[in-house]
């Protein structure tokens, strides 16, 4: 499967933005959906994940309470919606796809190229 993220941009702090992740090739009722981040001179963490059936999500505490992982009824697209961005959520974000649910990122096999989300305070 091909992931294609998309939706970044420049925000201002207590903004909102949602990021998109597009499957090409198959569709994610085959896979576990993670999103993932990489801040400047950080390693890339975890963000918010969403089983495959999409009745199970799991998020970063950081983000919890402002950041909503979802998926389309189609099944070809996983959201990110973000509110109340700081500035310390400026990052590149990837989508992610594997046949695991969770947050270790060695079990997510497919990437998407990132976005890059900038806030400003």
């Known amino acids: 499967v091909q992931l294609q993220a998309s939706g970044g941009g420049l925000v201002q702090a207590g903004d909102s933005l949602r990021l998109s992740c597009a499957a090409s090739?198959?569709?994610?009722?085959?896979?576990?959906m993670g999103w993932f981040r990489q801040a400047p001179g950080k390693e890339r963490e975890f963000v918010a994940a969403?089983?495959?059936?999409?009745?199970?999500?799991e998020y970063v505490d950081s983000v919890k309470g402002r950041f909503t992982i979802s998926g389309d009824n189609a099944k070809t697209t996983v959201y990110l919606q973000m509110s109340s961005l700081k500035p310390e959520d400026t990052a590149v974000y990837y989508c992610?796809?594997?046949?695991?649910?969770?947050?270790?990122?060695?079990?997510?096999?497919?990437w998407g190229q990132g976005t890059l989300v900038t806030v400003s305070s």
């Open positions: 969403v089983s495959r059936s999409g009745g199970v999500s």
């Open positions: 992610a796809a594997g046949p695991y649910f969770g947050k270790l990122e060695y079990t997510y096999h497919y």
């Open positions: 090739g198959r569709t994610f009722s085959d896979y576990n």
